[in-house]
């Protein structure tokens, strides 16, 4: 049997610190003093912050590290973004995306992330960009748990065989069902393209996971169709809505009817605060829109909301290197959720709330469940947050997948 103990770790900004014994890969004792037993590695953890890993809940790695390929996103819109990609598309091999997609997860493995749930595009009549994520699920499950949902970049019903793309797409394999009603070329285009979303998710037992609305057009209603069918189908939380950004745009009347079906229908929201305050307000002169979905008070009414990092240097994001930190940073100050108990909590946009919408067993420290957890340079969160901590240490199923030393600095004067 193998045996590890970690002493003196803060778990989720815990008062007092715990030691935490690991046996055969799981969470075997968790306690605030544990005596050590014979024959067991015993690890100092010097009072530092420890959470569940981290779990990027979007991300597109098939479009990871292609910036400026072929040529640069110059107007930084959505629209320009999906036209740039539409031509690097055309070059596209399996070893291509699989080289770049596990250069992105490698580097978001140094920031903790053990979870990942990554659209990919299927408006290719050969999906390429698939067949490789299928692969890399596989080659990198050591590393990291991939969520692959079928994301219909240019549209279902508005592209060739678009439906039967989707249906293929689901019989290789995907864990998730995508759809893009903003894009289609008409309203009814976005209502059925939901329906039948929903449909063949029901069909193949799959989840579903929307880019829904992402646009500052506050006539988008592709949310209240996605929510209703979530809703009636009792697909409920297996339901996630990304982007909404229209919401952002929508009149506060409309907002509060609303409210109510999004609390009935149960399903979750991801903000991808980075890039849709950089891809949205791109039509506003002043004042500009933030262009981020209503993230205060879709918590405050119980609402599951996650953050991901959404790209990483591609036509939608020149910059980036996966540290979630960021988009929570960033994503604090953009929803105005600044309070000392909100900068507190907002681990949990990258945790337990991002882990409830990929609908993870397991997910947690608590004795008995595997031994994933992640060990920052910090006694807090809060601490963790403001100064960029590093991840000292990734574990994942008892096993050390990531670690970092602590930077030294010397101010000389
Ligand atoms: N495609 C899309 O439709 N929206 C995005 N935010 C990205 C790709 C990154
Ligand atoms: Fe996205």
Known sequence: MSRLLIQNLRIENAAQPSDIRIEDGRFAAIAPRLAPLPGETVVPGHGRLALPPIVESHVHLDTALTAGQPRWNESGTL????????ERKQDLSVADVKDRAARAVRQMARFGIQFVRTHVDVTDPQLTALHALL????????????????FPQEGIDSFPDGR??????????????????????TREYAVDSLNFAVELAQEFDL????????????????LETLAARAYESGLK?????????????YNNAYFVR??????????????????????????DTYPKRRGITRVKELTEAGINVSFGQDDIVDPWNPLGTGNLRDAVFHGLYVTQMMGRGQIMDSYRFITHNAARTLHLPDYGIAVGKPASFVIYDAPDWYEALSH?????????????????EPARHEVLL
Request: proline share 3%; hydrophobic share 50%; glycine share 6%.
């Open 79 to 86: 629209f320009e973004g999906i036209a740039v990609w539409s």
């Open 135 to 150: 692969e890399l699920r596989d080659e990198l499950a050591e590393l990291a748990t991939l969520q692959i949902v079928a």
């Open 164 to 185: 039967a793309l989707m249906r293929r797409a689901a019989q290789m394999g995907v864990d998730a069902i995508g759809a893009i009603p903003h894009f289609e070329f």
């Open 207 to 222: 989840l579903v996971d929307v880019h829904c609305d992402e646009i500052d057009d506050e006539a988008a209603r592709g």
């Open 237 to 249: 939380e297996r339901v996630t809505a990304s982007h909404t950004t229209a919401m952002h745009s």
């Open 258 to 283: 609303l409210l109510r079906l999004l609390k009935m229908s149960g399903i979750n929201f991801v903000a991808n605060p980075l890039v849709n305050t950089h891809l949205q307000g791109r039509c």
């Open 388 to 404: 960029n901590a590093p991840v000292v240490a990734s574990y994942r199923r008892g096993r050390l997948v990531a670690q970092a």
